[in-house]
C-alpha cells in the first residue's frame, strides 16, 4: 500500500482500462482502482446491447467489447484493486494520498479521474426480506437476457431501458409481464406498442407487494396490487429495473483547486488537465467544450490524459508515444500475436 505510484487511475471503466493500457504503454508504474467488484464501469449496464459507433469495430455486444476492454488495460499488468471505493484525495508535499473508504491508503505522483457519473447502484426494491432472492432469481442488471430463455418473466419498470429490456426478452422468453406503477408508460410510444403487438403483457398502476418462494430460496409468484386490486402472477424470474442512483464518493480537499459544473463533472481542458497540476481526468468524468460522452471520447481523453501525466512527471519526455504499429513495446507480444 505504501509504495508510491507514478500514475493512480480512479475508475476501472473504458476511460480507466484505457488508460491503463496507454501508461503501461509510456512505462508509468501504474495502479488501477474500482470500487464494483468487477471492471467495465457503466458497459456493465447494457451487456447484451449492440454497439455500432465505435470506430474501427464492427456491430459488438457490450460484454465483448468490455471483455476486450478488460484484455486490453490489462495488457502491461497494472496493480488492479477492486471493490475500493475512494473517498478522499490529498496531497502532501507533493504525493497525492488517495483514501478508499476502507481506511486504506494509496500513494501516487500523479492521479487520473476517470470514474463517470460515480458510483452507479441500481434502484431496489424496498420490502423486507427482497435480498434474498438476489441470490437466485431477483435481478437488477442481469448479465445476459439470454438466461430468461422459455421463462415466464416479471419485469417491473416504466422507461426506456425497462421497455427496451421487455422488447428483447419477448422473442427469448415465454412470457412478459411488464409492471408499471403509473398509469401511463414514460418509454417511448413506438416500443410500447411493439411490446403489446408483439404478444407482451402490461400492467400499469401496478406495484409488487411480496414474492412468494419455493423451497429452492427462488421466486414463484409475485403478490400485486393492479389498480388498487390484489393479484398474484406466477414467475419463473423478476427482473427490477426502476433506474439508478449515482454517488461521487470522492471528497477533494478544496486546497487542490478542482472546479466542478452544475451536474458535478470536473471542469477541465481537451487536453486532460484540470486545475489542480497532477490530477488529470478522463471519459464521462470530465467537461469541457466540445467533449465527446461516448466510448470513443473516453478513448481519446484517456490519451491526452496519460501523455499529460508523462510531461508532468518528466517534461523533457516525448508529447505522445510512439504509434503501436512501429512501438518497440510491442515487439515480442507481436510475436506472440498469431493473426
Ligand atoms: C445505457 C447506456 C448505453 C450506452 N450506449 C453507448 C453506445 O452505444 N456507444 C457509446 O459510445 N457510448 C455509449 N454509452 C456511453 C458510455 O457507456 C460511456 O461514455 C462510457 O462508459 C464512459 O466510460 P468511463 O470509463 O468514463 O465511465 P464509466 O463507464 O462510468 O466507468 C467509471 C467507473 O468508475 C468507477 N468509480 C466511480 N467512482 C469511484 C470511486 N470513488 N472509487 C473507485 N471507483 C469509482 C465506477 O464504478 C465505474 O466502474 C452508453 C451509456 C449508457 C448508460
Given at each position: 500500500?505504501?509504495?508510491?505510484?507514478?500514475?493512480?487511475?480512479?475508475?476501472g471503466?473504458?476511460?480507466?482500462l484505457?488508460?491503463?493500457?496507454?501508461?503501461?504503454?509510456?512505462?508509468l508504474?501504474?495502479?488501477l482502482?474500482?470500487?464494483?467488484?468487477?471492471?467495465?464501469?457503466?458497459?456493465?449496464?447494457?451487456?447484451?446491447?449492440?454497439?455500432?459507433?465505435?470506430?474501427?469495430?464492427?456491430?459488438?455486444?457490450?460484454k465483448?467489447?468490455?471483455?476486450?476492454?478488460?484484455?486490453?488495460?490489462?495488457?502491461?499488468h497494472?496493480?488492479?484493486?477492486?471493490?475500493t471505493?475512494?473517498?478522499?484525495?490529498?496531497?502532501?508535499?507533493g504525493?497525492?494520498?488517495?483514501?478508499?473508504?476502507?481506511?486504506?491508503?494509496?500513494?501516487?505522483?500523479?492521479v487520473?479521474?476517470?470514474?463517470?457519473?460515480?458510483?452507479?447502484?441500481?434502484?431496489?426494491?424496498?420490502?423486507?426480506?427482497?435480498?434474498?432472492?438476489?441470490?437466485?432469481?431477483?435481478?437488477?442488471?442481469?448479465?445476459?437476457?439470454?438466461?430468461?430463455?422459455?421463462?415466464?418473466?416479471?419485469?417491473?419498470?416504466?422507461?426506456?431501458?425497462?421497455?427496451?429490456?421487455?422488447?428483447?426478452?419477448?422473442?427469448?422468453?415465454k412470457?412478459?409481464?411488464?409492471g408499471?406503477?403509473?398509469?401511463?408508460?414514460?418509454?417511448?410510444?413506438?416500443?410500447?406498442?411493439?411490446?403489446?403487438?408483439?404478444?407482451?403483457?402490461?400492467?400499469?398502476?401496478?406495484?409488487i407487494?411480496?414474492?412468494?418462494?419455493?423451497?429452492?430460496?427462488?421466486?414463484?409468484?409475485?403478490?400485486?396490487?393492479?389498480a388498487?386490486?390484489a393479484?398474484?402472477?406466477?414467475?419463473?424470474?423478476v427482473?427490477?429495473?426502476?433506474?439508478?442512483?449515482?454517488?461521487?464518493?470522492?471528497?477533494?480537499?478544496?486546497?487542490l483547486?478542482?472546479?466542478?459544473?452544475?451536474?458535478?463533472?470536473?471542469?477541465?481542458?481537451?487536453?486532460s488537465?484540470l486545475d489542480?497540476?497532477?490530477?488529470?481526468?478522463a471519459?464521462?468524468?470530465?467537461?469541457?467544450?466540445?467533449?465527446?460522452?461516448?466510448?470513443?471520447?473516453?478513448?481519446?481523453?484517456?490519451?491526452?490524459?496519460?501523455?499529460?501525466?508523462?510531461?508532468?512527471?518528466?517534461?523533457?519526455?516525448?508529447k505522445?508515444a510512439?504509434?503501436?504499429?512501429?512501438?518497440?513495446?510491442?515487439?515480442?507480444?507481436?510475436?506472440?500475436?498469431?493473426?
Amino acid at each position: 500500500m505504501n509504495e508510491v505510484y507514478d500514475v493512480t487511475i480512479i475508475g476501472g471503466g473504458p476511460s480507466g482500462l484505457y488508460s491503463a493500457f496507454y501508461s503501461g504503454l509510456r512505462n508509468l508504474k501504474t495502479k488501477l482502482i474500482e470500487s464494483q467488484s468487477v471492471l467495465g464501469g457503466k458497459v456493465n449496464l447494457y451487456p447484451d446491447k449492440i454497439l455500432w459507433d465505435v470506430g474501427g469495430l464492427t456491430p459488438i455486444t457490450g460484454k465483448k467489447f468490455l471483455s476486450n476492454c478488460i484484455t486490453q488495460g490489462l495488457t502491461f499488468h497494472p496493480t488492479v484493486c477492486l471493490n475500493t471505493e475512494i473517498s478522499q484525495i490529498t496531497n502532501t508535499a507533493g504525493i497525492f494520498d488517495i483514501r478508499a473508504s476502507n481506511g486504506d491508503h494509496h500513494y501516487s505522483k500523479t492521479v487520473i479521474l476517470a470514474y463517470g457519473s460515480g458510483i452507479i447502484t441500481p434502484n431496489k426494491l424496498d420490502i423486507d426480506g427482497v435480498e434474498r432472492f438476489e441470490r437466485t432469481n431477483l435481478h437488477y442488471i442481469p448479465n445476459s437476457l439470454h438466461a430468461f430463455r422459455n421463462k415466464q418473466v416479471f419485469l417491473s419498470g416504466g422507461g426506456n431501458t425497462a421497455i427496451e429490456q421487455a422488447n428483447e426478452l419477448l422473442s427469448i422468453a415465454k412470457r412478459v409481464t411488464l409492471g408499471y406503477r403509473g398509469n401511463e408508460l414514460r418509454a417511448h410510444e413506438h416500443s410500447v406498442d411493439a411490446f403489446r403487438k408483439n404478444g407482451g403483457t402490461l400492467l400499469l398502476e401496478t406495484q409488487i407487494h411480496s414474492f412468494r418462494g419455493n423451497h429452492l430460496g427462488e421466486i414463484e409468484a409475485v403478490s400485486l396490487s393492479v389498480a388498487g386490486e390484489a393479484r398474484t402472477i406466477t414467475a419463473d424470474a423478476v427482473i427490477v429495473n426502476h433506474g439508478f442512483a449515482s454517488k461521487q464518493a470522492i471528497g477533494f480537499d478544496e486546497a487542490l483547486g478542482l472546479r466542478f459544473t452544475e451536474h458535478h463533472f470536473i471542469e477541465g481542458s481537451p487536453d486532460s488537465t484540470l486545475d489542480c497540476s497532477g490530477i488529470f481526468a478522463a471519459g464521462d468524468a470530465i467537461s469541457y467544450t466540445g467533449k465527446v460522452n461516448l466510448l470513443v471520447g473516453a478513448f481519446q481523453d484517456a490519451v491526452n490524459a496519460v501523455n499529460s501525466v508523462k510531461q508532468y512527471l518528466n517534461p523533457a519526455a516525448e508529447k505522445q508515444a510512439m504509434v503501436s504499429s512501429h512501438n518497440e513495446a510491442f515487439a515480442e507480444k507481436n510475436r506472440q500475436v498469431s493473426l
